[in-house]
């Protein structure tokens, strides 16, 4: 599972769907891989408006990533090539290969084996 991907996803719990907690899932024993791919800018610059990233700091945090800046680069910022090669490289390279997703609100985990994240819910949290 990319990194990127987290910022997508909530918990699925019917209780959690109003809950401000429920966003970021938080990850937890989570055994990192990095894979290298080619450096894509443009991507980055297009996908950033879309990230949520006070989450994304919050990701970063909780798997040992450098700490990001408070604000979200903008402008000028997303033409310095290293502040897109390092998100390039969290966003994109780094894979959760094995660990958990847990919801802050209801503390749900969502286990994650071979790098897919299982979203399933056991029929009671329907």
Sequence with gaps: MKVITANFVTCAVKECKTSPASFPLHFNDAELEQQELDFQPEFIRNVLPRIDWEALRTISN???????????PEGEALDNEQTLKDL???????????????????????????????????????
Excluded: W
């Design 62 to 72: 909780e798997l040992g990533f450098p700490t990001l800046p408070d604000s979200k």
């Design 88 to 126: 390039h490289r969290l966003l994109l390279e780094t894979h959760v290969t094995e660990g958990k997703l847990t919801c802050g609100n209801c503390g749900h985990s969502y286990m994650i084996k071979e790098g897919i994240a299982n979203f399933l819910l056991p029929s009671h949290l329907v």
